[in-house]
C-alpha cells in the first residue's frame, strides 16, 4: 500500500526553539494532509488540514501562529511548533488520503525540555 | 462538527473469546467509518473501515456493523489472540474522499493468554 514517511521520528529540544517536521508521501501525490497531536494514553485530535498551494485550515484552539504548516509540493507538508514549551510535548502524526483509505505517518516524539 | 463516542474505554477479554468495542456519532452526514489498530508508539493501521451504503462487513476474525438510523457502529473481534491487544479508535468522516476523521477515544484491549 502507499507509504507515508515522517521525519525526524523523535526530537528533543530546548523551550524556546523550533523544531521542523516533515511528512512525506513517498509513491503518491496528495493535494491534502492532515496533521494530528496525541497526548499519551489519548486519542489523536485533528489540528490542522495542510493544503497544497493554499494556506492551511486550523481547527479551533490550535493557534497558526504557533504551529506553521506548509504544503510546498504535493508530497511534502511541513509542520513547525514555534517556541515549543514542555507542553508542546506529544506525539505528532501526518496523514494523507489515497484513494479507498487515509495513510498514516509513523509519527514524531517530540520533548520540549 | 463531528463528536465520536467509544465505548469501553478498556477491555480485557481471555484469549479465544470474543471483544466488541462500539461508537455513536452525532453528525447523520457521515458515511465512512474506519477502524484502526495502534500499538505502542506506532501509527495507526487501518484493520477495516464501512461506507454507509452496507450494514455489515467482515474479514476474517474482524467484522464491523453500521446503523445509520441509530447513528452507531461496532467492531467485532472473535477468537481472540495475544497480538490483538492494542489501543483501537473508531473514526467518521463526512465523505469518502474527506477523510477529516473525527476519532472516539480509543479501547485498550488486553487479550489474556
Known amino acids: 500500500g502507499a507509504v507515508v514517511s515522517q521525519h525526524p521520528s523523535r526530537v528533543i529540544c530546548k523551550s524556546g526553539t523550533s523544531v521542523k517536521i516533515e511528512c512525506r508521501s513517498l509513491?503518491?501525490?496528495?493535494?491534502?494532509m492532515f496533521w494530528y497531536r496525541q497526548f499519551p494514553k489519548k486519542s489523536l485530535m485533528l489540528m490542522a488540514t495542510?493544503?497544497?498551494?493554499?494556506?492551511?485550515?486550523?481547527e479551533q484552539g490550535v493557534e497558526k501562529d504557533k504551529f506553521l504548516i506548509n504544503h510546498a509540493s504535493l508530497t511534502l507538508s511541513t509542520l513547525t511548533v514555534t517556541s515549543a514549551h514542555p507542553e508542546d510535548s506529544s506525539f505528532y502524526i501526518c496523514?494523507?488520503?489515497?484513494?479507498?483509505?487515509?495513510?498514516f505517518g509513523p509519527g514524531t516524539r517530540l520533548t520540549v525540555l | 462538527g463531528e463528536n465520536v463516542e467509544q465505548h469501553p474505554s478498556t477491555l480485557s477479554v481471555q484469549e479465544g473469546d470474543s471483544a466488541v468495542i462500539k461508537c455513536t456519532y452525532s453528525?447523520?452526514?457521515?458515511?465512512?467509518f474506519p477502524w484502526y489498530k495502534q500499538e505502542l508508539g506506532k501509527r495507526p493501521q487501518l484493520i477495516i473501515d464501512?461506507?454507509?451504503?452496507?450494514g455489515e462487513k467482515k474479514d476474517q476474525r474482524i467484522a464491523v456493523t453500521l446503523n445509520k438510523t441509530a447513528k452507531h457502529f461496532s467492531l467485532h473481534i472473535t477468537e481472540t489472540q495475544p497480538e490483538d491487544s492494542a489501543v483501537y479508535f473508531c473514526?467518521?468522516?463526512?465523505?469518502?474522499?474527506?477523510?477529516?476523521?473525527?476519532f472516539g477515544a480509543g479501547t485498550t484491549v488486553t487479550v489474556r493468554a
Open positions: 509513491d503518491f501525490q496528495a493535494t491534502t
Open positions: 496523514s494523507a488520503p489515497g484513494l479507498a483509505e487515509q495513510f
Open positions: 464501512i461506507r454507509s451504503n452496507v
Open positions: 495542510s493544503n497544497e498551494g493554499s494556506k492551511a485550515t486550523y
Open positions: 453528525d447523520s452526514a457521515s458515511n465512512y
Open positions: 473514526a467518521a468522516s463526512l465523505t469518502i474522499n474527506d477523510y477529516k476523521l473525527s
